[in-house]
């Protein structure tokens, strides 16, 4: 037994010397997201521009784009191309949510959630510059120390 736990120690020593504990919000953010889109698509898939070729493989892609972002903004050797990725793929799923407002508008839905449709798409951004944050200009700054 103290083999198994001198063992443990040792695999979380060394992951503490590669995984940053400040990209872990963004990791289960992105981790959550991610396993929704591939395990409980029906969402994701409503929200997909009619322009979209294929949504079932957009939804899945992104799903996987978003679960490999996740693993790489917490290792520091990939972090920085991780978060330039998820900042990417931010930026290709904004639509959707545009989309989803513009639905939710036409369709009458409540005002309470063309509301809150309004305010998610200044989220969109803000989440950009906090991948950014902790991904790219955190990296940057260790590799200059």
Do not use: C
């Not at 695999?11 to 409980?40: E, N, Q, T």
């Amino acid at each position: 037994m103290s083999l198994f736990r001198g063992a443990l120690v040792l695999i979380a020593a060394d992951l503490a010397k590669v995984i940053d504990k400040r990209a872990l919000p963004i990791a289960i953010l992105f981790s959550v997201a991610g396993a929704v889109h591939l395990f409980a698509p029906a969402f994701f898939l409503s929200i997909v521009p009619a322009w979209v070729p294929s949504p079932k493989l957009a939804v899945a892609l992104s799903g996987i784009a978003e679960l490999a972002g996740a693993a790489g903004v917490l290792v520091n050797r990939t972090r920085v191309l991780a978060a330039w990725g998820l900042i990417a793929l931010l930026v290709l799923v904004f639509p959707a949510n545009v989309y989803m407002l513009q639905q939710a508008i036409s369709h009458h839905a409540s005002a309470l959630w063309q509301a809150l449709l309004w305010a998610r798409l200044p989220l969109q951004p803000l989440l950009m510059w906090w991948v950014w944050r902790v991904g790219v200009t955190s990296s940057y700054a260790r590799r200059k120390t």
